[in-house]
Each structure stands twice: as structure tokens, then as C-alpha cells.
């Protein structure tokens, strides 16, 4: 059970009830970065510390957790921060979606449609869309206040200029409520449209930055684009190789040094469940057929 | 509209809307403590004038041109400018969203180094569609279209659209500059020494281009130099100032042909002979 020396879920109650205090403020203005007292978190910067600490100030109890790393649950980063919750808060862990009441993530989000008692938390390196057109946040605060958002297309009119079309393929910009724009965190694009009027609450965290921003349920999200450029989710032209899902965000797996390839699915509980059901790929044909090849 | 002197102030209550000027200062003034950058300036720009603003380095020439286009308050005094819809109004008063809107609307500054004024690592055609974003232009193709025409307008080859201007000589990026800033049909454009840093084969040529544009366009513009040749050529009305005031004002032929005060003459006799 839980190691005596810390308090659920690691942090202290102040502490959850500032960061608390944060979340609701983000929950209010949708797509708004609210500044937070960041904490020093048993883990380096990058590692996902702004999540961890958004994740122990909602946690309760009764939670079933699940954390994902690039859909995958069986990831060092996931593992170690589902274990470490285990170990903090002794909540009920879980890899299925659909079970799951709070979801921590990295970089994307499960293909299977979340449902209005969960949660989403984001772990963010970097929360500022404009950072990288204006590096000063001075000036990119003041451009929040004033929604003004033309730069953001100058990035997308540089894409188009030089690769022919929106070449933005991850932390793509999306606009929140019709007033802030935000980064989405570095899922990849196609995982956009699933933001736009979601059952279930998001929120982010960014611990080194100390940002925490949120979008309420059922919140409109939509990503920017040009009227003759519109937006398009990508996604590799190939089904998964292990359950043949057309509809997944797929993973290039390199499988030699010829250039063999296999697309799997990167989220790995809906490839498991599809596959549980008796979805078959190119790659995972039934047991008889390899004994036949033997 | 021409022979307007620093008293054209009180112009403002005349009834015709034409006879009112763009832009008023009145009494305006910005001091450092004890140091008064700038001193009781008053003047009023006419729609389609070119002012002129002269003197040497630290007589209070830029702090003016900052506190015209507001990026710097005033100590004292006030700056009122004519808008799109014929409402004239107090700067001061302006909140931030507005002033911002203006500054990228229906104002242009032009300043003396192009990398400030532009985004050297972002493509030229990017670089003369900002404006055009920010006021929610949404279509690459018009865009893109916008821009080419600019590029052509100001000697630029519609090839180069996809540079950055960060390889763009400094004549070009000057240029580029001045459409950046145009590409919205300003109504006022500042310049804060505009030619200053180039040869002066490219000034001749920036300067017999932004002749051209300030003329096509009927804008109004003030230009701060220390070049008298700049002002000569683009100018309608000369200012002179020295240790932070007006010192002189009137016509450019007028000023520079026949100074009256013993600085101005010194300024204009200082030019070396070509």
C-alpha cells in the first residue's frame, strides 16, 4: 500500500489545492495558459512533471488510472509513472481505455471515443504555439490578450510556400472556443478532430514551463488552416499489420536492414482489444498458418 | 494644404472635414527626469503631405516619431489622429487592442534597420502577408497573389518570394520593408532614416521609389533624417529640430534654400558639395 512517508498521491494537499486552483481557472477560459507554482517532481523535466502533478492534484481514491507514451502503455515513461502512482497513491491501475476514469498521455489520444466520466491529462513540453515565430513572452502574452493570431498563419503560409502544402504534422494549432489558440501538445495531427467537442474533460500540464491549460467538455477545438488549404488529418496510407484496423494512428516499425517495414497501431490497448476480437493483420495470421510455413 | 505652419492646430475647428489634418501634436513633450528628450512640439499633418523631420543625432527626433506613432507616451501634451471613419481621436485614449489595429492597419513604419522590421527568418512572401493574416485573411492563393504584386511594385523579383529576407541585399530588404508595411494601404507611414545605411546608388534608387508609391497612393508620411538630400526629395514640409525642440518650420525649398535660424543654416551648409 502506500509508502507512509508520503501523502496520497505524493504531492501535499496545499500543493494539490494550488494546482487545483489552476485547473479550475483553465477549465474556466478555455485553451488559456494559467500560470502555476510548478513543483519539483521525482523525475527530470520532459518526463512528463507537469502531467504527474496535474494527475495527483485530480486523483482520488476510487480512480482507475491509465498512462500512456505514444499510445503505447508498455513504454518505460508509462510504466514508471503508472507504478509510481500505484506505489503514491495506491489507486487501481489499468491499460483498457474504456475502464480508465483518469488517462495520462503523451503525445496521443486513445482511438477509442472517451466517454464523459474521464479525464485527459496532457503532458506538455512546450505551451506556447507562438513561441517559435516570437520568442518573447511579453510580447506573446500581450498577443493572447489581444487574440492577435495572424502570426500563427504565417507558419502555416511558410509550410505551404515551401513543402506545397500545411507540412505541420504534430502540435498542430488549434483554435479553442473560438478565442485562444493552442498548442495541442505534440500529439499528431490527426489526433485534432478528436479534441473538437470531446466527452470528456482535457486538461494540460506543463512542468517546466508552469502553464496548466484545459478544455472543458464539449468545447469546440479547431485547427487552423487556409480556406484553399484546409486542414487534413494524416495518417500513413497502410492498415496495421497486427489487427488490420484502417481507422488507427499508425507506428512505422523498421524490421530490418533492407528496409522491410510494418505499420502497427500506436495505440496498443485498441490494437489488443481488436485483436482479442479476432481482428487478424498481414503480419499476425492465425497460429496454424505459421506451423504451416515451418 | 501646403503652406500649413505650426499653428494649423487650430485648423482642427474648421468645418470642412478635408481642411482637418491627419495628425495633431499638441504641446508635446517627453522627459527623463531632468532630461527633456523632447519639447512643446506642436503641428498638424495634412492627408497626402510628406513631413519631414531633421537635426543631428539626439536633438529628439525619434522619441518624436515614437510618441506620433505611440509607442512612447508623452510627458505632456497629446496626439490626436483622424480615423478610417472621420472621427478624430486622442491616442492617449485609445486602449491597446485599438492602437495595435491601427499600427498594423492603417499605419506603416518603416524603420532604419530592416531586421527590426521585418522577420528574417520567414519567407519574403510571408513576410508582406503578415498584415494581411492578422486582419483574417484566410486564402493562401489571394495571399500569395498580393504579395507578388507587392514584390513587382517595389523592384523586387516575383522569384524571390520564397526567401528569406536574410539573403536579401540591404537595398532589398528595405524594399521589402516598405511593401510589408504598404500591403494594407496605410493612410500614415513613419520612417524613422529609411536610407540610412545604404549606398547611395540604392538610396537614389529606394527614394525615387518611395516617391513614386507616396504619390501613387496619396499617403502621408513622416520621414525623421538627418540626410537635408532625403528631405529634400521627399519632402513637402521640413521641421528642424535641435536639443529637443522645433527649432525651425516651413516648406522644404523654403527652409533649405533660405534657413533663418543660424543652426539650420549651419545644417544646410554642412551638405558637401556633389
Known amino acids: 500500500m502506500n509508502a507512509p512517508t508520503y501523502n496520497f498521491a505524493y504531492l501535499d494537499e496545499q500543493t494539490k489545492r494550488m494546482i487545483r486552483r489552476a485547473i479550475l481557472k483553465a477549465i474556466a477560459i478555455p485553451g488559456y495558459q494559467v500560470p502555476f507554482a510548478s513543483r519539483e517532481m521525482p523525475m527530470p523535466y520532459g518526463w512528463g512533471t507537469g502531467g504527474v502533478q496535474v494527475t495527483a492534484a485530480i486523483l482520488g481514491p476510487i480512480d482507475k488510472l491509465k498512462v500512456i507514451d505514444q499510445g503505447s502503455d508498455d513504454t518505460t515513461n508509462a510504466i514508471s509513472i503508472r507504478k509510481f502512482f500505484e506505489k503514491t497513491a495506491g489507486v487501481a491501475v489499468t491499460t483498457s481505455t474504456g475502464d480508465a476514469t483518469v488517462i495520462q498521455t503523451r503525445h496521443r489520444i486513445p482511438e477509442a471515443m472517451l466517454q464523459a466520466h474521464q479525464v485527459l491529462v496532457y503532458q506538455v513540453p512546450i505551451p506556447e504555439p507562438l513561441r517559435f515565430l516570437e520568442p518573447r513572452e511579453t510580447e506573446t502574452r500581450r498577443m493572447h490578450a489581444l487574440a492577435e493570431y495572424g502570426l500563427m498563419h504565417v507558419k502555416l503560409y511558410e509550410d505551404i510556400a515551401r513543402f506545397g502544402h500545411i507540412a505541420t504534422s504534430y502540435a498542430y494549432p488549434v483554435k479553442v472556443n473560438a478565442r485562444y489558440v493552442m498548442d495541442p501538445s505534440p500529439t499528431p495531427k490527426f489526433d485534432n478532430p478528436k479534441m473538437d467537442n470531446c466527452a470528456a474533460l482535457q486538461l494540460f500540464g506543463a512542468g517546466r514551463e508552469k502553464r496548466i491549460y484545459a478544455i472543458p467538455p464539449y468545447t469546440s477545438v479547431v485547427s487552423l488552416d487556409f480556406e484553399d488549404h484546409p486542414f487534413e488529418p494524416y495518417k500513413h496510407k497502410a492498415c496495421c499489420a497486427l489487427c488490420n484496423a484502417e481507422d488507427s494512428y499508425l507506428d512505422e516499425i523498421v524490421t530490418d536492414n533492407k528496409g522491410s517495414r510494418m505499420f502497427v497501431c500506436s495505440d496498443t490497448d485498441y490494437c489488443e482489444t481488436r485483436q482479442s476480437q479476432g481482428h487478424r493483420g498481414s503480419e499476425n495470421a492465425a497460429p496454424y498458418a505459421e506451423s504451416a510455413n515451418a | ?274
Open chain 2, 1 to 274: 494644404m501646403l503652406d500649413v505652419t505650426v499653428n494649423s492646430i487650430e485648423m482642427n475647428t474648421r468645418s470642412s472635414a478635408s481642411a482637418e489634418p491627419l495628425l495633431v501634436a499638441a504641446n508635446l513633450g517627453k522627459s527623463y527626469g531632468r532630461l527633456a528628450a523632447c519639447r512643446d512640439v506642436s503641428f498638424g499633418l495634412y492627408s497626402g503631405e510628406v513631413l519631414a523631420i531633421v537635426g543631428e543625432s539626439g536633438s529628439g527626433k525619434s522619441t518624436l516619431l515614437q510618441m506620433l506613432s505611440a509607442q512612447l507616451a508623452p510627458t505632456s501634451g497629446r496626439v490626436s489622429y483622424r480615423m478610417r471613419d472621420g472621427v478624430t481621436r486622442d491616442l492617449a485614449t485609445m486602449g491597446e487592442a485599438e492602437r495595435r489595429f491601427l499600427f498594423r492597419t492603417d499605419w506603416g513604419f518603416v524603420h532604419q534597420d530592416p531586421a527590426m522590421g521585418l522577420r528574417m527568418a520567414v519567407s519574403a512572401g510571408a513576410n508582406v502577408g503578415e498584415r494581411l493574416m492578422a486582419v483574417g485573411q484566410n486564402h493562401y492563393g489571394k495571399i500569395r497573389d498580393t504579395a507578388t504584386s507587392w514584390l513587382e511594385r517595389v523592384e523586387i523579383s516575383p522569384e524571390r518570394i520564397d526567401d528569406a529576407p536574410r539573403t536579401y541585399s540591404g537595398g532589398m530588404r528595405q524594399r521589402l520593408q516598405i511593401a510589408r508595411n504598404l500591403v494594407t494601404e496605410p493612410r500614415l507611414v513613419f520612417m524613422d532614416e529609411p536610407t540610412g545605411g545604404l549606398d547611395v546608388s540604392v538610396q537614389a534608387r529606394l527614394l525615387d521609389m518611395m516617391r513614386t508609391l507616396v504619390s501613387e497612393l496619396g499617403l502621408s508620411a513622416i520621414v525623421v533624417t538627418h540626410d537635408l538630400a532625403v528631405a529634400r526629395l521627399l519632402s513637402h514640409r521640413v521641421m528642424v529640430m535641435q536639443g529637443g525642440r522645433v527649432i525651425e518650420t516651413g516648406l522644404t525649398d523654403q527652409v533649405l534654400d533660405d534657413p533663418r535660424e543660424p543652426y539650420t543654416q549651419l545644417l544646410v551648409s554642412s551638405i558637401l558639395p556633389a
